[in-house]
């Protein structure tokens, strides 16, 4: 706890950084297209909500591909949403995380009710409405995410980020809900919240579980009174030694409040998913002088490394089709290895043989490693699936079909 003077100003600079938050931000009308709103009329709430659902690139391109969820909180802030926006597309692809699909949740009539857990002495005089945090956590789960799961191609895996009071949000889940999240970030949260207690018990009860997360919590220096409490919440769940929760702690010495969410995401998103990560898979250690056979070694490491990732998960043990296929061009394009990029993008058709894109693909590394016949083969695949399942590339696949068909009949008609 704290004392005198010194108290009251930290908590008065929370106060005014929560109320900094809550203010509404600026509107989102210029870039509304990089999302699709969502209403709920929400039973836990007795009020309708908003979402935003921000797709990853290349969704619409893979219709067999699945996507874990990152439930983002204060979406009304048009910044942090926007950035939150690029930086999980600029993560995925570079394979720092998987693609995502984000769903933003803009903040309701009571900012304060929704995103608290129940308040005590001061902190519930300051704050008469405060305590709706589990009524939130249910709503998100019982109607958010059913209506998501319902309309977009989802995992199971899901993550939860929150800023401020949304980060106490998300470790009150991680601490009375273990295992709900995937994964929690919480990005400067408010656990100065009913004199300090929230930062010791949350840490004691994440500390205790044996349920598996992984959890990411930062401060700035420049936000006193939860830099302070967010340390002794780390040092204290650091201090369990639970292995069953994958912990870590971010200081920025440069960063204010309003600072924070912008890396700690980042940050955060990359701690989250480091186990499935496919920029640290072997094959991305390869050099441009790695012969055949080291490449072959580095895609077996790769699966391996992959599935023991995914495990941890509970997802799907193989490679995604576009990481796999990313690989095969950067082994054609990159690595000059055609021969070796074929192998790829077979097995990628192995993985995946309902998906017109890898047929499209297996061509592209058949005509490189000059097998024009085989191409032509594996196009009517990609025409004959993508007709059948609605795939994108279809027309693409068409065109080169019709190209290679027409070229072959005119070479034919020329031989003597």
């Given at each position: 706890?704290?004392?005198?003077?010194?108290?009251?100003?930290?908590?008065?600079?929370?106060?005014?950084?929560?109320?900094?938050?809550?203010?509404?931000?600026?509107?989102?009308?210029?870039?509304?297209?990089?999302?699709?709103?969502?209403?709920?009329?929400?039973?836990?709430?007795?009020?309708?909500?908003?979402?935003?659902?921000?797709?990853?690139?290349?969704?619409?391109?893979?219709?067999?591909?699945?996507?874990?969820?990152?439930?983002?909180?204060?979406a009304n802030d048009?910044?942090?949403?926007?950035?939150?926006?690029?930086?999980?597309?600029?993560?995925?692809?570079?394979?720092?995380?998987?693609?995502?699909?984000?769903?933003?949740?803009?903040?309701?009539?009571?900012?304060?009710?929704?995103?608290?857990?129940?308040?005590?002495?001061?902190?519930?005089?300051?704050?008469?409405?405060?305590?709706?945090?589990?009524?939130?956590?249910?709503?998100?789960?019982?109607?958010?995410?059913?209506?998501?799961?319902?309309?977009?191609?989802?995992?199971?895996?899901?993550?939860?980020?929150?800023?401020?009071?949304?980060?106490?949000?998300?470790?009150?889940v991680a601490a009375?809900?273990?295992?709900?999240?995937?994964?929690?970030?919480?990005?400067?949260?408010?656990?100065?919240?009913?004199?300090?207690?929230?930062?010791?018990?949350?840490?004691?009860?994440?500390?205790?579980?044996?349920?598996?997360?992984?959890?990411?919590?930062?401060?700035?220096?420049?936000?006193?009174?939860?830099?302070?409490?967010?340390?002794?919440?780390?040092?204290?769940?650091?201090?369990?030694?639970?292995?069953?929760?994958?912990?870590?702690?971010?200081?920025?010495?440069?960063?204010?409040?309003?600072?924070?969410?912008?890396?700690?995401?980042?940050?955060?998103?990359?701690?989250?998913?480091?186990p499935i990560a496919?920029?640290?898979?072997?094959?991305?250690?390869?050099?441009?002088?790695?012969?055949?056979?080291?490449?072959?070694?580095?895609?077996?490491?790769?699966?391996?490394?992959?599935?023991?990732?995914?495990?941890?998960?509970?997802?799907?043990?193989?490679?995604?089709?576009?990481?796999?296929?990313?690989?095969?061009?950067?082994?054609?394009?990159?690595?000059?290895?055609?021969?070796?990029?074929?192998?790829?993008?077979?097995?990628?058709?192995?993985?995946?043989?309902?998906?017109?894109?890898?047929?499209?693909?297996?061509?592209?590394?058949?005509?490189?490693?000059?097998?024009?016949?085989?191409?032509?083969?594996?196009?009517?695949?990609?025409?004959?699936?993508?007709?059948?399942?609605?795939?994108?590339?279809?027309?693409?696949?068409?065109?080169?079909?019709?190209?290679?068909?027409?070229?072959?009949?005119?070479?034919?008609?020329?031989?003597?």
């Amino acid at each position: 706890m704290f004392n005198g003077m010194r108290s009251h100003a930290l908590k008065l600079a929370s106060l005014l950084a929560l109320l900094l938050v809550a203010l509404p931000a600026e509107a989102q009308d210029s870039t509304a297209t990089l999302w699709t709103k969502h209403s709920i009329k929400s039973d836990k709430l007795r009020e309708e909500r908003d979402l935003y659902v921000a797709l990853p690139n290349g969704y619409a391109s893979a219709p067999l591909q699945s996507y874990a969820v990152l439930i983002l909180l204060d979406a009304n802030d048009a910044a942090q949403f926007n950035a939150a926006i690029g930086n999980m597309r600029f993560l995925a692809n570079n394979g720092a995380i998987p693609g995502l699909i984000l769903v933003g949740i803009p903040n309701g009539k009571d900012r304060m009710r929704d995103l608290t857990p129940p308040a005590t002495g001061k902190t519930a005089k300051d704050f008469p409405t405060a305590g709706g945090a589990d009524a939130f956590a249910d709503f998100i789960r019982s109607e958010v995410l059913p209506l998501v799961r319902a309309n977009y191609r989802t995992r199971p895996t899901t993550v939860l980020a929150g800023h401020s009071a949304g980060g106490l949000t998300a470790l009150h889940v991680a601490a009375n809900r273990p295992g709900e999240y995937a994964g929690i970030i919480a990005m400067s949260p408010s656990l100065w919240w009913n004199d300090s207690t929230a930062a010791l018990q949350y840490a004691d009860a994440i500390g205790r579980s044996r349920v598996r997360q992984r959890i990411f919590a930062t401060s700035g220096r420049f936000e006193e009174a939860i830099d302070i409490t967010t340390k002794r919440f780390a040092a204290r769940l650091e201090s369990h030694a639970n292995t069953a929760v994958a912990f870590s702690y971010r200081h920025y010495p440069e960063d204010t409040h309003g600072l924070t969410p912008q890396p700690s995401l980042v940050d955060g998103l990359r701690f989250v998913f480091a186990p499935i990560a496919t920029s640290k898979l072997a094959i991305y250690r390869l050099t441009p002088s790695s012969d055949s056979a080291a490449l072959a070694r580095a895609i077996v490491e790769s699966e391996i490394e992959y599935a023991r990732g995914a495990r941890l998960f509970g997802e799907p043990e193989k490679l995604p089709e576009p990481e796999l296929n990313q690989m095969g061009y950067n082994v054609l394009q990159g690595l000059k290895l055609p021969r070796s990029a074929v192998s790829i993008f077979r097995r990628n058709a192995e993985l995946y043989p309902e998906s017109a894109n890898v047929y499209d693909s297996l061509a592209d590394g058949l005509l490189a490693a000059g097998d024009t016949v085989a191409a032509i083969s594996e196009l009517r695949k990609a025409v004959q699936i993508g007709t059948r399942t609605g795939d994108p590339v279809t027309p693409v696949s068409r065109d080169k079909l019709s190209a290679l068909e027409k070229a072959a009949a005119q070479a034919s008609k020329a031989k003597p």
